[in-house]
């Protein structure tokens, strides 16, 4: 399988090709009227190849497909992929990424594996629904992941406490914000999910039930949420998609209810704060991310509590490597831009961007202490195809290992 992998990496390569094909050929939602009569088509093949705690090595090959506006810009992304990995065989992947305007977006994901896994996500965006004072973001979910991990709740669960079992949700999560006046807004929110936790795809790992009893776990043997949230925010980012300037922070108030299909009532709070310093004309941009909250209740499900670990959080550390009832985290990164350079006919910034994680998870709040906290440090690579478009490599380096993680997108 990977000779046959590394064959069609060096063919794909080579194909890289510009075309330009008429608009009707391309129905919306691929175009639409920002694109002229003739659509400048750039196709991408590309390697997959990446390395998580929680999925071990994946390889693959995808082509990306990017569509061209009659300004020059991205506002398209159609990008199918084959990956495959020992747990769950081959992986057929379609992600689509549309951007009609500058304020409203559209972006799916479809996958299915030949073993265990599968996953169909849809998230639409628009900051100017209905008038430019309200904003809609709804996403929808049905997936299961067979990768997942549990080693208990707490910092000190350790490896030998790890586990293995399916995540098989689906779901809901819709806001929708209303603009007050210049830079602030206030959002409400509703989300649901439906768990359920079956047997893992990773051999010689413990199922999560067999170590784990819903006593000690709860919702380990599954569980319903239905919740309600509200969040007031202040930004004064110069974008909503990919900032490099200003600073945003939000609070949020979460409620869960036993009324409205909820399996246990708890409710929770965070508090996030994200700021951007450029500096020699944005080449160099100073990001920080700082977030902390709690969650309050009898028999909280554990996928409800706060988590640590994964390509937005400890970038050393697989998906929910630590849980608890309460978590603080801050992310300190310099993107730098090493050059503008046209790769495949697409003008893309090419950053470097070293990094350090730190974070802890713990029974409360007050109990923080500076030697609870674990670091990691890290560097990525980044291609940014403005205004809309990442791609990254992170690699972060925690006490149990490197872990690698790809994907589209700035982790915050």
Not at 13 to 38: H, I, Q, W
Not at 92 to 107: C, T
Not at 118 to 142: G, H, I, M, P
Not at 311 to 335: K, Q
Request: proline share 5%; charged share 20%; aromatic share 12%.
């Amino acid at each position: 399988m990977l000779r046959l992998i590394t064959v069609q990496l060096s063919s794909l390569l080579l194909c890289a090709c510009v075309s330009m094909t008429p608009r009707e050929r391309l129905p919306y939602p691929l175009t639409n009227d920002s694109f002229g009569e003739r659509v400048k088509v750039v196709t991408v093949p590309l390697p997959v190849i990446a390395s998580s705690p929680n999925e071990g090595m994946t390889g693959g090959v995808l082509s990306a497909f990017l569509l061209h506006d009659k300004n020059g810009e991205v506002s398209t992304l159609v990008a199918p992929q084959i990956n495959y990995n020992r747990n769950f065989g081959v992986t057929s992947i379609l992600f689509g990424a549309f951007y009609p305007s500058p304020k409203r977006h559209l972006k799916f994901n479809l996958a299915k594996a030949t073993r265990v896994n599968e996953e169909y996500k849809v998230r639409y965006t628009d900051q100017e629904f209905l008038s430019d004072k309200w904003e809609l973001n709804a996403f929808a979910f049905d997936y299961t992941d067979g990768s997942a991990r549990f080693f208990g709740f707490g910092q000190a669960a350790g490896q030998q406490d790890e586990t293995n079992y399916s995540d098989r949700e689906f779901g809901y999560d819709v806001a929708a914000g209303y603009r007050l006046f210049d830079h602030f807004r206030l959002v409400v929110g509703d989300r649901a999910r439906k768990v359920s936790v079956m047997r893992g795809a990773v051999s010689g790992i413990p199922f999560t039930t067999d170590r784990f009893s819903p006593a000690s776990v709860p919702g380990v043997d599954g569980f319903g949420a239905h919740v309600q949230k509200v969040s007031a925010v202040y930004s004064t980012l110069n974008s909503d998609t990919l900032p490099w300037s200003g600073w945003q922070a939000a609070l949020t108030l979460e409620k869960s209810w036993r009324e409205l299909g909820s399996s246990a009532d708890y409710q929770g709070g965070d508090l996030e704060f994200k700021g951007f310093l450029p500096l020699s004309d944005a080449r160099y941009i100073t990001v920080v991310h700082f977030v902390g909250g709690q969650v309050v209740g009898d028999r909280v499900p554990f996928l409800e509590r706060k988590s640590l670990g994964g390509e937005t959080t400890l970038r050393g550390y697989g998906r929910y490597r630590f849980v608890d009832t309460s978590y603080l985290l801050l992310n300190l990164e310099e993107r730098i831009r090493l050059a503008r350079w046209t790769l495949f006919h697409v003008q893309a910034d090419w950053e470097l961007a070293p990094f350090i994680d730190a974070g802890s998870v713990l029974p409360a709040l007050g109990k923080a202490r500076s030697a609870n906290f674990l670091w990691n440090p890290g560097i990525g690579v980044r291609a940014v195809v403005r205004p809309n478009i990442v791609g990254r490599v992170d690699v972060g380096v925690g006490r149990e290992g490197p872990a690698v993680f790809v994907g589209l997108g700035y982790p915050f």
